[in-house]
């Protein structure tokens, strides 16, 4: 969910309009014989540097004066500062002189008013936190929405499956171990070819040398995997999984283990 443009259309709503100014959000609404005006400072983007409270007030109310001159009537405003998470100390203790700042956490859709900021805008104080608190709870709902997506039936048995057979075999031995895991089902050269073990061209693909081997394997199959079970179907899906890993196994086996037969 975009929360700005979200937000945008909630000002809208009642009844404000936007107007361009240069370096911050404004909407502007005309009623009884003045201009209220909500001002949307968004949240730090990763790696910039918040504009000292007092600089952005110096901004706004220049902007106020102009518009006053231009429509002939006084203003009335309200700032809305975004955050996700809690500002810190320092930022709170900027905003305190000023009473026309209210905070947003946007992680927890709370609306943040300190002791010294105005209790009300025109009504608008009870919409804005049923406004944060049907945003929050849409975001919790995307979030179950692409959990559940995320988990799709064949491709979680198919993790589950490679982690089981991981753990049991980091329980009965050396995982790391050449070996250990060629008598475990691993692809060999003389087993596979000499002696017909053609079970380890299945077998090998649920095999994994060492936890970050698996991790990475298990990651990209979680967000990979459930993509395209959802895109072909399950049925499908099991075919693609099971086809390809036999058929990588063949490849390996033909392209690697031929001119390194003692590999594994």
């Known amino acids: 969910m975009d929360f700005i443009k979200e937000l945008q259309h909630f ?3 009642l009844g404000f309009r ?4 240069e370096g911050g959000l404004l909407w502007m609404k005309e009623a009884e014989g003045q201009l209220r005006l909500i001002e949307v400072i968004p949240e730090l983007l990763p790696g910039q540097t918040r504009v000292p409270v007092s600089r952005q007030e ?3 109310l220049h902007l106020e004066n102009q518009l006053m001159i ?3 009537e006084k203003t009335d405003r309200l700032t809305l500062m975004l955050f996700r998470g809690m500002p810190d100390e320092k930022t709170v203790e900027g905003i305190a002189p ?6 947003i956490d946007k992680s927890s859709g709370r609306l943040l008013i300190y002791e010294n900021q105005r209790a009300d805008f025109y009504g608008m104080k009870e919409q804005l936190e049923n406004f944060l608190s049907a945003c929050r709870e ?3 709902s995307a979030s179950r929405r692409e959990l559940r997506r995320m988990f799709r039936p064949v491709n979680t048995v198919l993790v589950a499956a490679n982690v089981l057979v991981f753990v049991v075999l980091s329980m009965m031995g050396n995982v790391l171990d050449a070996e250990f895991m060629a008598q475990h089902g691993a692809m060999v050269w003389d087993a596979v070819v000499e002696r017909g073990e053609f079970y380890r061209l299945f077998t090998s693909t649920f095999l994994h040398f060492g936890v970050e081997h698996l991790a990475q394997n298990m990651l990209i199959l979680l967000l990979i995997g459930a993509r395209l079970e959802r895109i072909i179907g399950s049925p499908r899906y099991l075919a693609v999984y099971l086809g390809s890993g036999i058929a990588a196994s063949a490849a390996s ?9 003692y590999t594994v």
Request: net charge neutral; aromatic share 12%; charged share 25%.
């Open 70 to 72: 231009r429509f002939g």
């Open 98 to 103: 000023y009473p026309n700042i209210w905070c």
């Open 11 to 13: 000002v809208s709503s």
């Open 18 to 21: 936007r107007i361009q100014v």
């Open 253 to 261: 086996l033909f392209v690697t283990l031929a001119r390194e037969p």
């Open 58 to 60: 110096e901004r706004i």
């Open 138 to 140: 849409e975001e919790l």
